[in-house]
């Protein structure tokens, strides 16, 4: 520090008499064009970002080759089987369904978590089999919806299981279309 | 007057510096989080679930599905990847006489990366196609909506075999949101008959609702951990 100090002091830099004072730089730089390019590949990066990745939710799928005697049975008390339908449609029974239909409920993926919740406090651990079955308009995230569902609400044991046609039948009438027979359905 | 004049003779220079310091540490944050989605042929969105585990992308064999039900496979690019592209392309086209040269089945792993979706009879015509031709080509997706001729089965069978077995450590389901379920169960059905039972849903995220079960006890262990 003092060299330089010392350095300063020895060398031209005292403004002696006649020495004209050298006319100072303007020391900014125009940044306009940098900040410019700067927004620009901002902008890019955050078109281009995808923050949210996906995650993978794991499902493990029965092997349907599994002889009858080997297959789980549901306990029909504990059963709580829950239909897909187009427009996000979610219709519901408990047990069996009456043959006259009477415990068969139409709801929505709101209230239906209410009913899982309320038939999960009010059954057994063991019992408790929830069984989806999505009718073949009910769409993809319907049934994910559903899968998650059970995550949510830390349902053990559930099954995806293809929609009978009596009840793909109910779910006809209850949606107001004329209660075809789904042969041009699969 | 001359007062007005030194007024109107102030300097318009703004210090950017500031400025300039905010703007390039947002570019950097933007540039270290930045990864490139790899490029898809198809456009696909996803559900949302709760689920929070991180999608592999080593060894990865997936099955996408639009919202029209084309249906597409597709191996990671990785070398586990490629080597099981390499065996699928080898094996079925031995299984289907279908004849492919070593080019075309170089093609198989390369188109693989992006998704490969034509029906078995199509996949010769298919795989002579250049990287431009096939970024143009609109793919009839696999075949799977009838069960006797679901040919997704066929493309994983020929995996498995060529393989000898061995699954792919990450299989993964790519579906629409708007696909029908009956597309998702035949494909099911194609991953079950060839004893694929374990594999993994691609969704996205999603906070758990609050007062659910699940939410209560990730709170409880959340605690327990601090």
Do not use: C
Not at chain 1, 5 to 32: F, L, S
Not at chain 2, 164 to 189: C, E, I, Q, S, W
């Amino acid at each position: 520090m003092a060299e330089i100090a010392q350095d300063g002091g020895g060398g031209g830099h005292k403004k002696g008499p006649g020495v004209k004072k050298q006319a100072r730089k303007e020391a900014r730089v125009d940044m306009t064009p940098m900040v410019d390019l700067g927004f620009l590949l901002i902008t890019f990066f955050i078109f281009t970002t995808t923050i949210n990745s996906p995650k993978a939710f794991k499902l493990n799928v029965p092997d349907d080759s599994a002889k009858d005697e080997e297959q789980t049975q549901a306990k029909a008390s504990g059963a709580f089987t829950v239909l897909l339908s187009k427009g996000n449609h979610v219709y519901y029974y408990e047990g069996q369904l009456q043959s006259d239909g009477s415990n068969f409920k139409s709801s929505n993926f709101k209230e239906i978590r209410n009913e899982l919740l309320r038939k999960k406090a009010s059954t057994a651990e063991k019992d408790l089999v929830v069984i989806i079955k999505p009718n073949e308009e009910a769409n993809y995230k319907n049934v994910v919806d559903m899968l998650d569902e059970m995550q949510i609400l830390e349902i053990k044991r559930y099954a995806v299981v293809d929609i009978a046609e009596g009840e793909n039948a109910l779910i006809r009438v209850t949606e107001g279309s004329s209660p075809t027979p789904a042969a041009g359905g699969k | 007057m001359s007062k007005l004049n030194k007024i109107a003779r102030k300097s318009t220079w703004v210090d950017m510096t500031a400025f300039v310091d905010v703007s390039f540490l947002i570019l950097t944050f933007f540039m270290l989080a930045t990864k490139f989605k790899p490029p898809e042929v198809v456009n696909i969105d996803n559900p949302k679930s709760v689920s929070s585990d991180k999608v592999e992308d080593k060894d990865v064999f997936k099955v996408s599905f639009d919202k029209n039900g084309r249906v597409f496979i597709s191996f990671s690019a990785d070398k586990d990847g490629r080597e099981k592209a390499q065996l699928t392309a080898e094996v079925l086209g031995r299984q289907k006489g279908l004849g492919l040269t070593p080019a075309e089945i170089s093609n198989f792993v390369k188109f693989s990366s992006g998704g490969i979706g034509v029906p078995v009879t199509q996949l010769k015509s298919f795989l002579a196609l250049s990287d431009a031709e096939y970024k143009a080509f609109k793919q009839p997706g696999i075949p799977v909506s009838d069960t006797l001729n679901n040919q997704l089965n066929d493309y994983i069978n020929a995996l498995l075999t060529g393989t000898g077995g061995r699954k792919p450590a990450n299989v993964m389901l790519n579906g629409d949101n708007g696909t029908t379920y009956p597309y998702f169960k035949n494909v099911l059905a194609a991953f079950k008959k060839n004893g694929i039972f374990s594999f993994k849903l691609i969704t996205a995220m999603e906070g758990v609702p609050t007062g659910t079960p699940l939410y209560k006890r990730q709170k409880e262990q959340g605690g327990q951990a601090k």
